[in-house]
Antibody
Framework: EVQLVESGGGLVQPGGSLRLSCAASGFTFRSYWMSWVRQAPGKGLEWVANIKQDGSERYYADSVKGRFTISRDNAKSSLYLQMNSLRVEDMAVYYC??????????WGQGALVSVSS | EIVLTQSPGTLSLSPGDRATLSCRAS???????LAWYQQKPGQPPRLLIY???SRATGIPDRFSGSGSGTDFTLTISRLEPEDFALYYCQQYGSSPPYNFGQGTNLDIK
């Protein structure tokens, strides 16, 4: 059974940093592109970033480019999202996702990131 | 960057009705790389349709997707009580960002 378990969410002040982690199991992690998708409270879905199987390609939404960094550790079957210079508008549930060619088949339960002073 | 616009924003129907949800892209979606998701409160989304018209594993055949180019449709032939939820489309053609539409809220009339 595919499982994606996020951790590292919490409350941070504007301008602060946070690192999300996603522990993957039930599939061969190194064989798949992985992504982060977020959802602000009461709002729609926003694609954030994705990373190729070997980490050689990474793409970001314009809203996070230059502030967020997606990475992975295939030996640990783990996905990460380093978030710097956080803004109030970054407050959201962040989902770790695994897809197939761009669409998402598997979603984690999400990690809540709150940005407030 | 492709922008997806879903309509209507809210659709109020009754169980047994037919639902038609629209997703329009600002430019052509390559290879009909369009997916539909269903989301219920407090849950992550669930994949319904990929490739514009292929049902994901375990999805009932009352859900169908159609369309090409810039205009796509999700149809639910006969609404069941559990179908009342939020629905999102997403394009994943060419290179990222793989944007989502803003969603359609399907609620009970």
């Amino acid at each position: 059974e595919v499982q994606l378990v996020e951790s590292g969410g919490g409350l941070v002040q504007p301008g602060g940093s946070l690192r999300l982690s996603c522990a993957a199991s039930g599939f061969t992690f190194r064989s798949y592109w992985m992504s982060w998708v977020r959802q602000a409270p009461g709002k729609g879905l926003e694609w954030v970033a994705n990373i190729k199987q070997d980490g050689s390609e990474r793409y970001y939404a314009d809203s996070v480019k230059g502030r967020f960094t997606i990475s992975r550790d295939n030996a640990k079957s783990s996905l990460y999202l380093q978030m710097n210079s956080l803004r109030v508008e970054d407050m959201a549930v962040y989902y770790c996702t695994r897809g197939s060619g761009g669409y998402v088949i598997y979603w984690g339960q999400g990690a809540l990131v709150s940005v407030s002073s | 960057e492709i922008v997806l616009t879903q309509s209507p924003g809210t659709l109020s129907l009754s169980p047994g009705d037919r639902a038609t949800l629209s997703c329009r892209a600002s430019q052509s979606v390559s290879s009909n790389s369009l997916a539909w998701y269903q989301q219920k409160p407090g849950q992550p989304p669930r994949l319904l349709i990929y490739g514009a018209s292929s049902r994901a594993t375990g999805i009932p055949d009352r859900f169908s997707g159609s369309g090409s180019g810039t205009d796509f449709t999700l149809t639910i032939s006969r609404l069941e009580p559990e179908d009342f939820a939020l629905y999102y489309c997403q394009q994943y053609g060419s290179s990222p960002p793989y944007n989502f539409g803003q969603g359609t809220n399907l609620d009970i009339k």
